[in-house]
């Protein structure tokens, strides 16, 4: 009895092993896809309605856009804004949370009550603080109370109150973000390092110089960037203070789409937002990163 050989296998029979798909693409593809939709395909949409109409590219709405007499005063208006508030932000968050990290008596209650205006919305804020610099505020009743003249703070023809308002009114509502992200970088900082400078005789603001904002410099850049994005969109607290009195880029937007019907010039001017903004935080993971990042310089 003679036992056969199996028949080697032929070409139909042979299949090729399957190229798996990496766990890395299923895990990262479905994020990937949710911001080219978020993100992506609104930008797209941005850029074509801004730069295109039935006719094919053009620049007449950039050049509307530009030649509006609302426009540049609603860009110095809101650079001004911006280089004056942040500084005073940062100062002010700070050294609350520096008053905080040495925890006085009820300082949970002190975060609990600079954290309350987390909670309200733009809209809500600036109508708290219209009830205060309105001429029948309560700002004027104390004065008057007080024996002495109010004022119209927020008169159309007096810009130099109103941005004073508008600005007082931001620092309000927006500084306990800044405050929440100090706070939080605090306390990844061991009081060790605080400690020993003192040790060696450095005084308070040679610590604060020398160790404790270096060592705070991660999340100052986020809280940097954040706040400084935020601060471009600033729109609801001076529309609810000043209405038109006082222009800025945000509520330019708002005005040609809603008021002037006029889509195509407000994408023109959400673009120049989107693009200051991509500027503005380019330049401070620059300036903020630290040397051992992305090479010497």
Same mark, same amino acid.
Not at 44 to 51: D, I, K, S, W
């Given at each position: 009895m003679t036992v056969q050989a199996p028949a080697a296998p032929t070409k139909a029979t042979v299949r090729a092993p399957r190229r798996r798909v990496p766990a890395a693409v299923w895990?990262?593809?479905?994020?990937?896809?949710?911001m080219i939709l978020l993100l992506g395909w609104p930008? $797209?949409?941005?850029? +074509?309605?801004?730069?295109q109409d039935e006719n094919g590219f053009t620049l007449d709405f950039v050049t509307r856009m530009v030649q509006d007499p609302y426009f540049w005063p609603a860009v110095r208006n809101t650079l001004l804004l911006i280089v004056v508030m942040i500084p005073i932000q940062f100062a002010f968050a700070i050294g609350m949370a520096l008053l905080l990290r040495a925890n006085p008596r009820l300082h949970k209650v002190h975060f609990f009550v600079w954290a309350i205006p987390l909670a309200l919305s733009d809209l809500a804020a600036g109508l708290v603080w219209l009830s205060i610099f309105?001429?029948?505020?309560?700002?004027?009743? $104390?004065?008057?109370? +007080?024996?002495l003249e109010g004022g119209s703070w927020l008169a159309y023809d007096?810009?130099?109150t109103m941005f004073i308002c508008v600005l007082i009114a931001e620092l309000w509502r927006a500084t306990s973000l800044v405050l929440v992200i100090v706070v939080a970088g605090l306390q990844g900082i061991p009081k060790d390092y605080d400690?020993?400078?003192q040790v060696f005789g450095a005084t308070f603001w040679q610590r604060l110089r020398h160790v404790t904002l270096p060592l705070l410099k991660p999340s100052l850049q986020v809280a940097l960037i954040l706040r400084t994005i935020l601060a471009f969109q600033t729109f609801a607290v001076a529309q609810a203070l000043t209405g038109q009195n006082f222009p800025l880029v945000v509520g330019e937007t708002y005005r040609w789409y809603t008021g002037l019907q006029n889509p195509n010039v407000a994408a023109a001017?959400?673009?120049v937002i989107l693009v200051v903004s991509m500027l503005t935080s380019i330049f401070y993971l620059r300036a903020l990163r630290e040397k051992n990042q992305g090479g010497t310089r």
């Open positions: 895990l990262i593809g479905p994020s990937v896809i949710f930008v $797209v949409e941005g850029v +074509l309605q801004a730069f309105n001429d029948r505020g309560y700002l004027n009743s $104390v004065l008057a109370w +007080l024996g007096n810009q130099t400690e020993a400078a001017l959400a673009l």
